[in-house]
């Protein structure tokens, strides 16, 4: 991230009216603040910055999107229906103004807005006979819209109007077990209006409102079931814009201007990854519903995200994480314990899906003393702070942002890929499908320690997107202790991690014992606890050569509820950086992990019993055995090209199946 210059804001009426448009983001996921002391300055020399809305402009938003349809179902008799449909959305949008010397503002601006990774947010509808069990999805919604408002100073009030589309998908469920697909694509109208707030010459923030309304669609499965349905959409969301110049010609469209945030209040960041990940066909001389597919294949996951940061006051900080998901794990993210790709979550998305990974506010309270620079990233706001300090952390966010730090085996966007590497296995830690909870924390941080806490809520059941709310009841509990040292003058750390879960979980024993639940370990939920630990070390051989280890491990007697199957677990590796061969932003990994089962969990796994990740339907139990080697080829400051592979013996602890080869390559860029 390029130095920020202040952005000097001559009127205190302009700071707050900034804030409360960009703090109304951050409620809808977002947050962003401008402020410079206007009183150190005579009134007579403050400027108003000048704002220019002719020019193109490029955007995001997120907010609520939902309507109604009215379905009917003709296989052969007719069936209908009336559904309510909703939930929280997310998009990018671009466009042109013209602003004339009255006010009068004339523009033209393109959306598509993607619904959220909770699937029952995308369902417009489902009817069923007793030949069909029909669902109707969206999968985005777009416009083409001319604008025209009245924009005055920093203040824009605009109507909007114009031409919409509709991406759907309609699954047809049939008694036999097999399923039809349609796509479809229809036609609209969208009309609607707007305020938008320039709290920076470059920068906006507005409030919107869409209503659409499209054509009634008719599908025709290959069965001869049809379904006919309308749909009319609205949509309310705050949106974030960033100008880019007065044309295509003159624009400036350098990343150092465009991701300047002209303040030294807020920081944006952003990713994109793209990871391509194949195996070649393996022996496996039976399968079952959680195995790994022993025929060939390939599945891609591509991840867009913004990082927004502001300091809203002293030692005061609100971040937010809007991210576009799609793409597909291999086998439906099923088959292997160690799986191969951290960025395959345990969801399908064909279409990019809108998720707020993180929306927290992070408090500091130094107690003096020496000082230390805080770099700025993705998850930091650039600035000096007290080495010895309090931070407390509340809202949404992923257990391993706080816990579990390794500088060497950590992202998965930019380091090793699989799940046993980059986290410690064992470690059973609140998420949902893709790796996100609600939670506090704690953290005293002194020169050579840190001690951290936390509570997290849990999942109401394994594997799932909702969480018991049941706070004194159920929860995760997470104690961290970080040392610091140095070993022959090279730094080095160790962090000791212990936790316990209290959730709605079953026993693997009782299931087992009770041949009447006919290994549904669903039926044995009550209130249990589970605990664990885990020890992780990084140490610095030379400036370019780190290594590290993590060993972790549960008590392995009720099932896994959010991560994956390992009851203990070892790791190790290398890092190196590429300064000896004269690429000193290149890097190579080369790691190894050894995974097991408790005694219950296997004897679980090898009557037929499906973990959250495993279950072939037999089992020839052998720990399992992941090795993994990458290279970082750095194409230039902001994007990288890896190429990885990974020998996974044992995939699911079945010696019966494999080995298997998985070819990866993955393109990452950051700014």
């Given amino acids: 991230m390029n130095a920020i210059r202040p952005l000097r804001l001559r009127c205190r009426k302009q700071v707050v009216l900034a804030g409360v448009a960009l703090g109304a983001l951050a409620l809808g996921d977002s947050a962003v603040a401008a402020d410079v002391s206007a009183s ?122 114009g031409l919409a589309w509709a991406g759907e998908r309609y699954l047809n469920s049939l008694p036999s077990g097999d399923q039809e697909k349609a796509l479809n694509i229809r036609l609209g109208w969208a009309a609607g209006a707007g305020l938008e707030y320039a709290f920076a010459p470059h920068w906006s923030a507005r409030l919107e409102y869409l209503y659409y309304q499209f054509d009634k669609t008719n599908v025709q499965f290959p069965s001869a079931a049809q379904y006919a349905a309308t749909m009319d959409f609205q949509s309310i969301r705050i949106g974030l814009n960033r100008k880019l110049g007065g044309s295509a010609g003159t624009a400036d469209l350098s990343l150092t201007s465009l991701t300047n945030p002209e303040s030294d209040r807020w920081e944006i960041h952003g990713q994109t990854t793209y990871l391509g990940q194949g195996y070649p066909s393996f022996r496996a001389p039976y399968s079952g519903v959680n195995s790994l597919t022993p025929a060939a294949q390939y599945q891609a996951s591509w991840s867009n995200s913004l990082f927004l940061n502001a300091r809203l006051w002293d030692g005061g900080e609100v971040y937010y994480n809007p991210e576009l998901l799609q793409g597909f794990g291999l086998n439906d993210t099923v088959g292997v314990a160690g799986f191969p790709s951290g960025e395959a979550q345990k969801s399908n998305f064909p279409y990019p899906h809108y998720n707020t990974s993180r929306l927290f506010v992070r408090q500091t309270f130094g107690f003096g003393g020496e000082q230390e620079e805080l770099a700025s990233g993705p998850a930091q706001i650039a600035g000096k702070a007290d080495i010895s300090r309090l931070t407390v952390q509340a809202g949404k966010f992923a257990v391993t942002d706080v816990f579990d730090g390794n500088a060497y085996a950590k992202d998965t966007r930019k380091d090793f890929m699989n799940w046993s590497l980059w986290a410690p296995g064992a470690f059973d830690y609140s998420a949902d499908k893709v790796g996100l909870s609600y939670g506090v924390t704690a953290e005293l941080n002194q020169k050579q320690w840190a001690l951290r806490g936390g509570y997290f809520l849990m999942d109401a059941e394994s594997n799932s997107n909702s969480f018991d709310t049941r706070l004194l009841q159920r929860g995760e509990y997470v104690l961290e202790l970080e040392t610091r040292y140095s070993l022959l003058g090279q730094p080095g750390k160790i962090r000791t991690i212990g936790w316990l879960n209290s959730a709605y979980m079953g026993s693997y024993r009782e299931t087992l014992n009770d041949p009447a639940l006919n290994l549904d370990i669903a039926q044995t939920r009550t209130g249990r606890i589970k605990y664990g630990y885990a020890a992780n070390v990084e140490q610095a051989v030379t400036d370019d050569i780190g290594l590290f280890g993590r060993w972790s491990w549960n008590d392995g007697k009720t099932e896994i509820m959010a991560f994956t199957d390992i009851d203990a677990s070892l790791a190790l590796g290398t890092s190196i950086k590429g300064t000896h061969w004269g690429r000193p932003d290149d890097v190579i990994g080369l790691g190894g992990a050894i995974n097991a089962l408790s005694k219950d969990h296997r004897d679980f796994i090898a009557a037929g019993g499906l973990g959250v990740l495993i279950g072939d339907g037999q089992l020839n139990y052998r720990n399992e055995r992941v090795l993994e080697a990458y290279y970082a080829y750095a194409l230039d400051k902001q994007f990288t090209l890896t190429a990885d592979y990974q020998f996974i013996t044992n995939p699911a602890y079945n010696a019966d199946r494999g080995p298997v080869h998985v070819f990866s390559g993955r393109l990452h860029g950051e700014f």
């Fill in 40 to 161: 150190l300055l005579p009134a007579k020399a403050v400027a108003r910055p000048v704002i220019d809305w002719t020019g193109l402009y490029f955007g995001a938003h997120a907010g609520f999107g939902g309507g109604r349809s009215t379905a009917m179902l003709v296989d052969p008799a007719a069936i209908t229906g009336r559904s309510d449909f909703g939930g929280s959305i997310g998009g990018v949008q671009a466009g042109y103004n013209v602003r004339l010397p009255s006010g009068l503002l004339l523009g033209i601006e393109t959306d598509v807005s993607f619904p959220s990774y909770i699937e029952s947010n995308s369902i417009v509808s489902k009817l069923s006979s007793a030949r069909s069990d029909v669902t109707h999805q969206w999968d985005f919604i777009g416009s083409a819209r001319g604008r025209v408002g009245y924009a005055t100073g920093p203040w824009l009030a605009y109507a909007s109007g």
